[in-house]
C-alpha cells in the first residue's frame, strides 16, 4: 500500500512540474513575441534567451529519462 502511495505521488509531483514547465515555457513565449515587439530592452531579450536555454535543458533532461 505505502508502494502504491510512493508511487501515486510521484506521478502527482511529476505532473505539476510537467505543468509548470509548460505555463514557464508559454510566459517565455509570450516575453520573446513583446521582446520582438521592441518593448522591452535588449537586457530583457538577454534573460529571455537564458530562461530558454534552461527551459531546453530541462526539457531534454525529461527526454533523456524517458528513454
Given amino acids: ?13 511529476f505532473s505539476n512540474l510537467r505543468k509548470e514547465r509548460q505555463e514557464t ?7 520573446e513575441e513583446l521582446n520582438t515587439r521592441r518593448i522591452f530592452s535588449s537586457e530583457l531579450g538577454e534573460k529571455i534567451k537564458q530562461l530558454r536555454a534552461i ?3 530541462a526539457q531534454t533532461e525529461d527526454a533523456e529519462e524517458k528513454l
Avoid at 515555457?25 to 516575453?31: E, F, G, K, R
Fill in 1 to 13: 500500500m505505502i508502494e502504491a502511495e510512493q508511487k501515486l505521488g510521484f506521478v502527482e509531483r
Fill in 25 to 31: 515555457s508559454n510566459l517565455v513565449d509570450q516575453l
Fill in 55 to 57: 527551459l531546453n535543458r
